[in-house]
């Protein structure tokens, strides 16, 4: 356990900064398709944040309207009127534009959430299998959904608000100032300092208690997926026990964490609010100073009053920036976790003008090749051999020998290092892997099976293949027999992944998958587990009739199944140590022999103790 908890798992939780220029710019790109509604969006939320502000002025309007003794009474109630009505137009202008600019603003959030989730998702896809080898599946999952969400967040919560408080804030100086240069002057000499200390102050202790938080969190989920997900070995093993205690230890840890970040936000809000009284209270002060008897007037009593209201209105906004520094920080965070996958070329290269494959026979060829999955830890050593149209060869070796190797380079799921792989006489490289993989029918060790029916994991769910297409299939191939006891025949939903089907069911239904696309080129990586012997007999029939007519390559672990077939070639450590037919590989002294004799033996012994 203590293994994985520093493999992997950390490298998801390092968050770098709250603004990072370059990643913003590339984030904003995105934006570009709704520049429109974005534009309109913004305009929408100056003009609710400048109708906020202007509530302060009406105010100040009214009061000096009243202090104006030069004015009539007639002429103070119609001014009233027309402050009342530019307040109910304020009112009205308001609630729309922010009905609008919410509307518009999940639009436009939402929109970039599906082009980045559907672009990651197909990027995925498009990996290598050597992507797949070194990127753990947990993780990408997280990209394409966590992630995504995170960044869906950062724009239509972080970007759109952070706009809005920079607005607020903005405005309130800019009003200030125009009203009063002097009070304003005072307000922001009062403030600034107490804002700007406790928001650093606020900014380090938090910043440390939501990246801790955010780590906890992480292996809190790893941990679960992993031990959900083993449930069988975990109980196997009687882990329950341990793995609660460590569970609750874990989430103890967070439960900490997160109430330590609550008391920093706790004393930071506070202090923040305090500092805004402190600031109104000035302003009141000043303004009472203003209006004492024989007082140089400097600014009326309106202004006191707006100013009251305008300092009130500094400190959301800025709170608000400093909370929302943590959503920032794990969107940066995401962002560029998902922009570092988006950025992974595609490692098996289609060619740009590739060999066209009519007329495929099915000729497999390789020269000397060399390959390792990583730089140089060869798993094949100058492998040569060669796979004549229509014919059956047998790939044998201990486990780790570099069998199911051979056939992932057959099928291109990895570029060799050195020697040539011909296909037809082409080399694999200037052909159209996609078009290559669709003339191969591949029969795994451990055969997945997608959620849904019986029929979908024959066909693949290609609407096009008919339903009579795949009974016969699964006819032809024995599976039949198993699929129409089960409950709803073909349609029977899979359940967790085949979890409920047997090893030999579970192949069987994947020799009819194979079939259904009548590939020329069959493989078939034997199951190492024991299948008993009704299925096995249907298997090795299934087998005989995907073979027939077809180049096709097993690789066995029974030697008892490729008695007849035109080639065994031995693989050891890497390397083809001996090749030929059955007859003539028992004759001479090598490894096939000695493996012959050994499950010669145990099949006797199997026998004899049956008797
Ligand atoms: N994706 C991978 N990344 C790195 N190394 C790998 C990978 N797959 C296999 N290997 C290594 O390559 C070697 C050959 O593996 P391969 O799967 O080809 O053996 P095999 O002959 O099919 O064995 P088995 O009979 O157990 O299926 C092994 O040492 C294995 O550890
Ligand atoms: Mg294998």
């Not at 009326?300 to 209201?309: D, K």
């Not at 943590?326 to 590739?354: C, G, T, Y």
Request: with cysteine; glycine share 8%.
């Amino acid at each position: 356990m203590r293994g994985q908890d520093t493999k992997g798992y950390f490298e998801d939780e390092s968050l770098g900064k709250a603004f990072d220029l370059r990643l913003a710019k590339r984030l904003l790109s995105y934006l570009k398709p709704y520049i429109g509604k974005s534009v309109l969006a913004v305009f929408l939320l100056l003009l609710i944040a400048n109708a906020q502000l202007a509530t302060p002025y009406l105010l100040k309007s009214i009061v000096d309207t009243l202090e104006n003794d030069a004015l009539a009474d007639d002429a103070k109630l119609s001014l009233f009127g027309i402050i009342a009505l530019v307040f109910a137009g304020l009112v009205v202008l308001r609630f729309l534009a922010e009905y609008l600019s919410g509307v518009l603003i999940s639009i436009v959030g939402q929109n970039v959430t599906y082009d980045l989730r559907v672009r990651v998702f197909s990027h995925i896809q498009k990996m290598s299998l050597k992507f797949f080898d070194r990127n753990p599946v947990g993780r990408l999952i997280t990209r394409s959904t966590n992630d995504i969400e995170a960044l869906n967040q950062f724009i239509s919560v972080g970007v759109m608000t952070t706009v809005q408080d920079v607005f607020m804030l903005g405005g309130i100086v800019l009003w200030m100032t125009f009203t009063s240069p002097g009070l304003t002057g005072i307000v922001l000499a009062i403030t600034v300092p107490g804002v700007l200390g406790a928001s650093i102050w606020f900014r380090g202790k938090a910043r440390r208690s939501y990246r801790s938080s955010r780590a906890i969190l992480a292996r809190i989920n790893s941990f679960s997926n992993e031990n959900i997900t083993g449930i069988n070995t975990v109980q196997l093993f009687s882990r329950q026990n341990r793995n609660a205690a460590k569970f609750s230890q874990l989430s103890g840890d967070f439960q900490n964490e997160w109430i330590r970040a609550i008391r920093y936000q706790s004393i930071y809000s506070p202090i923040i609010e305090n500092v805004g009284y402190l600031a109104a209270g000035a302003v009141l002060l000043f303004g009472a100073w203003q209006i004492a008897p024989g007082a140089a007037q400097h600014i009326s009593l309106g202004t006191t009053v707006a100013f009251f209201g305008w300092v009130t209105m500094l400190f959301n906004p800025i709170r608000d920036l400093a909370m929302k520094y943590d959503i920032m920080q794990s969107a940066m965070a995401s962002s560029e976790r998902v922009f570092k996958i988006l950025n992974r070329p595609e490692e098996i290269v289609n060619p740009a003008e590739p060999q066209p494959l009519e007329g495929f026979a099915g000729r497999i060829e390789f020269q000397n090749v060399w390959f390792a999955y990583d730089d140089e830890n060869w798993v094949l050593k100058n492998v040569s051999f060669t796979v004549e149209p229509g014919q059956k060869i047998a790939f044998v070796g201990a486990t780790g020998a570099g069998k199911s190797s051979v056939i992932n380079l057959i099928c291109r799921f990895y570029d060799i290092q050195r020697g040539r792989i011909l296909i037809d006489g082409k080399d694999i490289r200037e052909i159209d892997k996609y078009e290559l993989r669709r003339k191969i029918g591949l029969v795994l060790q451990d055969v997945f099976l997608f959620s849904g029916s019986i029929a979908d994991n024959i066909s693949l769910g290609n609407p096009e293949i008919p339903r009579e297409k795949i009974r016969q299939t699964a006819e032809y191939v024995n599976a039949a027999g198993f699929i129409e006891k089960l409950p709803d025949g073909y349609d029977s939903e899979v359940q967790e992944r085949g979890a409920t089907l047997s090893v030999g069911e579970r192949q069987l239904l994947s020799f009819a998958r194979a079939l259904t696309y009548d590939p020329k080129i069959l493989i078939l990586d034997e199951a190492t587990s024991n299948i008993d012997t009704h299925t096995e007999i249907l298997i090795q029939d299934a087998v005989k009739k995907l073979m027939a007519e077809r180049t096709s390559i097993v690789i066995a672990h029974r030697l008892s199944t490729i008695r007849n077939v035109n080639k065994i070639i031995v693989m050891h450590k890497g390397e083809i140590h001996e090749q030929g037919t059955h007859e003539a590989l028992l004759r001479r002294d090598g490894i096939y022999r000695k493996l012959h004799r050994l499950q010669y033996k145990t099949e006797a012994g199997d026998k004899d103790s049956q008797e």
